[in-house]
């Protein structure tokens, strides 16, 4: 017979206590996790200039071509190469092919002009150097197709152009938010240029998180002249992951493997939204896309929709999954866990110096 203490004169007035510790202990682990965390540090790097974009508050004009990121330091940033996994075609064998159906409304006072366009992208090869795709479009306009000369594009592991004269730089490690997690980036800046523009694209990327490139920015502005130091926007894009399945657990992040992106482009005329669907399981990462473009009054212009109409992926043996997952429920000691196999392609990690 078990006996009591004689501050728990009943069973009830037991379990009524013990209910009410377990109820306390599920509210402190509810408000922790709603609460933002912090994600372990990188590496220290050798300067200590301000990390990561610049926030809403800070004030930038629109007639200047100022980065929201802080200058380029060479050698300060040691962060591992990347490799072929860390791009969404980067998991398939050469000759995988998905065809788009993009819609297009253009919009003219009371009439909507509709155009069909279709593109076939073929993976051509991986290499260290990067990807290199195939491109085929065609457009319907009017009752007739239209086909463009297929196009030859090279892209790095981080979805980034291979542009002539192209120079890179590390920048000091940061964070960056998304949901309520805070999720640590190494920064590169991308810079091009000729006789009539210049083009910066800052880049934050993690090597834990799907999809990896979880922020950019490009600016194309004019040639600096003594009347404008700085020259003048001609353009800004940026880029930013809203949601990935890689914050959810190490079971849901293997099993969905989606994300959303969100992508805004400003010049002097118009603004373009555009939000995307992705998953790491379809040959290029997007499923489907809307974008919106709108004039200075905010006025709409043009839609368009895009959707996958038909895509052949052929998953190579040796590059499936991530090679590591972040689980940001685990403690910082243990939230990395690696698996599988190495990758077979891994840039040589290369910068420039000023």
Known sequence: MIVFPKQFCTIGQ???????????????????QGMPRLAPPLPATADSGTDGPVSKDTAVSKDTAVSQTP?????????????????????????????????????????????????????????????????????????????????????????????????????????IQIGLQLIPCYVRRYESSNAEWKQQTTVWYSHLVYPYLLQSETIRSTVPTPEEPNGRILSRTTMNVVDTAALLGPRRSRTQQTYTTQTVRQNSETTT????????????????????????????????????????????????????????YRRSSRRTRFYLNEPLFVEPFIMDER
């Open 71 to 175: 200058a380029p330091t060479s050698g300060s940033v040691m962060a591992p190469p990347l490799s072929a996994l860390q791009h969404p075609w980067g998991t398939f064998t050469p000759g995988t092919s998905v065809r788009t159906q993009t819609t297009t409304l253009t919009f003219q006072g009371e009439k909507a002009f509709r155009n069909v366009t279709e593109k076939l992208v073929i993976l051509e090869s991986i290499t260290t150097n990067g990807i290199e795709l195939k491109q085929m479009v065609a457009i319907e306009l009017g009752g007739k197709r239209f086909d463009a000369n297929p196009q030859h594009k090279n892209y790095d592991f981080l979805q980034q152009p291979r542009i002539e004269n192209q120079k890179l730089f590390a920048l000091p490690p940061t964070q």
């Open 14 to 32: 037991f379990c009524c206590l013990l209910s009410v510790v377990v109820v306390i202990s599920l509210l402190e682990q509810v408000y922790a």
């Open 273 to 328: 939204t555009t939000t995307a669907s992705c998953s790491l399981t379809v040959p290029g990462g997007i499923v489907s896309a809307t974008s919106r473009e709108t004039d200075k009054n905010g006025k709409l212009i043009r839609q368009t929709d895009t959707v996958v109409v038909r895509s052949e992926a052929l998953p190579s043996p040796a590059n499936l999954g991530p090679v590591m997952e972040f689980d940001p």
